[in-house]
């Protein structure tokens, strides 16, 4: 059964750095998504993507974040300049036209 | 501003017993209502989608309504089994197919 797949499952990085979280989603996919937990706390929206740029945003994606389709298969996120409270599990999810979203298994971002 | 409330936060039941989940929300111009599954530091399993215009869907043991007039909906697991433990979230969808999670309800189905 296709799957959505991400890399890393976890990292850390030092406040400030630059890190690039992957994501593979289902092949025939047309709409990405990414949604990040802090730990105890709700999953939250980030970024919607559709047609080779983004569609939807929440507050939380400010200018230190960026997404980027690079070619047919990877989608992946950017934080320029990662902060503490960037510590959180990200997940990546993809769709086709219907609405049910499909979950890769997170990548863990420990920000230290 | 769509706010999806569950309630309870947590839920322990034995085994054999039927689960019943409840999901609100604020803005009852959803498109979609979605059901996952998360294990502790795990990915989301999608569940059920109930659209819109459907008032329930079924799969398996499970079943999910949907009332859009009261900003409800409902998960229903029969014959709860201890694999059945894991945190259970629920999500409304807006046009462009944004997720907005509620807080999610801990189950524990004890043998």
């Known amino acids: 059964e296709p799957e959505v797949t991400q890399t890393p499952s976890h990292q850390v990085t030092q406040m400030g750095q630059e890190v690039i979280l992957r994501c593979v989603p289902i092949s025939n996919h047309l709409y990405f998504y990414w949604y990040r937990q802090i730990l105890g706390q709700k999953v939250e929206f980030l970024v919607s993507?559709?047609?080779?740029?983004?569609?939807?945003k929440s507050e939380i994606f400010d200018d230190q974040f960026s997404v980027e389709r690079p070619d047919g298969s990877n989608f992946t996120l950017k934080i320029r300049s990662t902060k503490l409270e960037d510590s959180a599990m990200y997940f990546c999810a993809s769709r086709a036209e219907g609405y049910e979203q499909y979950f890769g298994p997170g990548t863990r971002l420990t920000v230290t | 501003k769509q706010e999806v409330t569950q309630i309870p936060a947590a839920l322990s039941v034995p085994e054999g017993e039927n689960l019943v989940l409840n999901c609100s929300f604020t803005?009852?111009?959803?498109?979609?209502l979605q059901w996952f599954r998360q294990d502790p530091g795990k990915g989301l399993t999608s569940l059920l989608l109930?659209?819109?215009?459907?008032r329930e869907q079924t799969s398996g043991r499970l079943n999910a309504s949907l009332d859009k007039s009261s900003g409800r909906s409902t998960l229903y697991i029969a014959a709860s089994q201890p694999g059945d433990s894991a945190t259970y979230l629920c999500?409304?969808?807006?046009?462009?197919?944004?997720?907005?999670f509620g807080a999610g309800t801990q189950v524990v189905v004890t043998p």
């Open positions: 999500a409304s969808t807006d046009s462009w197919g944004k997720l907005q």
């Open positions: 803005d009852s111009a959803i498109y979609n």
């Open positions: 109930i659209q819109s215009s459907q």
């Open positions: 993507f559709y047609n080779n740029e983004i569609s939807e």
